[in-house]
T-cell receptor
């Protein structure tokens, strides 16, 4: 079975440019999560969706970040305009159910470098 | 804010030795999970232990949970070079919110 699929795997962009990260969750999973990982801050939850509806976006750093889930098989995380401090690995993950007892399945990440 | 904190931050051992990593958390939990992340890859679920369990085994992995001390440990026995990775504990601070991960322990197993 295909896991969580993210694209692009690597992106280098210039400050001020728009960045769009894409995610296809595991089919049948009701929850989708966007995490960001940096050395300094570790793994941070940015936003999560349940049945395509955003539930909690309190982790989104600022208005430059936005996320959408137009259907059950696709989500995007957009940064506009990008800044060097946005450089990080962005992970999309999905799970069948919510709550602490459920396994979260991660994609391989999108490595973003903003210069 | 971090719910779980792993200790040590980094650990280097020889192949064949046992590796122990610890996790402390702040609030009451229903269960606790451990994940592994190989370099350049996503996190992969290893094991889940429920709050009413004290110990759980999976292959060479042994996880313990002490809810009175709000701590858990992950033991990898007879380590191999392929165990080199970062290991994270994850819990849910409250209700039905998503998992919150610690910063992880970086394990290096030297052949």
């Amino acid at each position: 079975d295909a896991g969580v699929i993210q694209s692009p795997r690597h992106e280098v962009t210039e400050m001020g440019q728009e960045v769009t990260l894409r995610c296809k969750p595991i089919s049948g999973h009701d929850y989708l999560f966007w995490y960001r990982q940096t050395m300094m801050r570790g793994l941070e939850l940015l936003i999560y969706f349940n049945n395509n509806v955003p539930i909690d976006d309190s982790g989104m750093p600022e208005d430059r970040f936005s996320a959408k889930m137009p259907n059950a098989s696709f989500s995007t995380l957009k940064i506009q305009p990008s800044e060097p401090r946005d450089s990080a690995v962005y992970f999309c993950a999905s799970s069948l159910y919510g709550g602490s007892g459920n396994t979260i399945y991660f994609g391989e990440g999108s490595w973003l470098t903003v210069v | 804010s971090q719910q779980g904190e792993e200790d040590p931050q980094a650990l280097s051992i020889q192949e064949g030795e046992n590796a122990t990593m610890n996790c402390s958390y702040k609030t009451s939990i229903n269960n606790l999970q451990w994940y592994r992340q190989n370099s350049g890859r996503g996190l992969v679920h290893l094991i889940l232990i429920r709050s009413n369990e004290r110990e759980k085994h999976s292959g060479r992995l042994r996880v313990t949970l002490d809810t009175s001390k709000k701590s858990s440990s992950l033991l990898i026995t007879a380590s191999r070079a392929a165990d080199t990775a970062s290991y994270f504990c994850a819990t849910v601070p409250s209700g039905n919110t998503p998992l919150v991960f610690g910063k992880g322990t970086r394990l290096s197993v030297i052949a």
